[in-house]
């Protein structure tokens, strides 16, 4: 059995390809043709008991199943997550497709250029000079955040760059 997965946070199945290596005739063949001509009726109950391709009807019943649901799975996901009715998160869940459909991708933005790090000075005495005023410098004292805060910051000017 090959899965392969979307790239998103539910882990749907994008593909799936189920290959049989090796198989065993449950009611071998030479049986059906024996049973045909003596007892048409016997035919017709190992007819429902042969598998088809090596996989047998509840596996079949299985995997139908799962064909079906398999599409559900981000709305049993929400209803799971928010304890929503499952109308309600039918229509949260196509709001949002929708939105994403109408909104502009956002691929279209140009992408941020990286910038090079300047190289540092060689050499010993570079190390022991005292610091060269530059705009690089920490926040002031009057810049406080608490012991335990993180101060996210989205442009590099604002970081100091």
């Keep these: 059995l090959i899965l392969e997965f979307t790239f998103d946070d539910l882990m749907r199945i994008k593909s799936w390809h189920l290959a049989v290596r090796t198989h065993r005739e449950l009611v071998p063949r030479s049986v059906v043709g024996l049973h045909t001509q003596q007892d048409p009726g016997m035919l017709d109950q190992l007819t429902k008991n042969i598998t088809r391709q090596?996989?047998?009807n509840s596996?079949?019943?299985y995997l139908r199943l799962c064909v079906i649901l398999e599409?559900?799975?981000e709305l049993m996901s929400?209803?799971?997550a928010y304890a929503l009715p499952p109308r309600d998160c039918l229509k949260t869940t196509l709001f949002?497709?929708?939105q994403r459909m109408i909104a502009p991708p956002e691929s279209q933005?140009?992408?941020?250029?990286?910038r090079k790090r300047k190289g540092s000075q060689s050499g010993g005495a570079a190390n022991n000079a005292p610091p060269v005023p530059n705009k690089k410098r920490s926040p002031g004292?009057?810049?406080s955040l608490a012991s335990q805060d993180v101060m996210v910051v989205g442009e590099p000017s604002l970081m100091g760059g």
């Design 96 to 98: 949002q497709k929708w």
């Design 54 to 56: 090596g996989i047998t």
């Design 59 to 61: 596996t079949l019943n």
């Design 78 to 80: 929400r209803h799971k």
């Design 141 to 143: 004292p009057n810049f």
């Design 109 to 114: 933005r140009p992408a941020n250029k990286r």
């Design 71 to 73: 599409p559900m799975q």
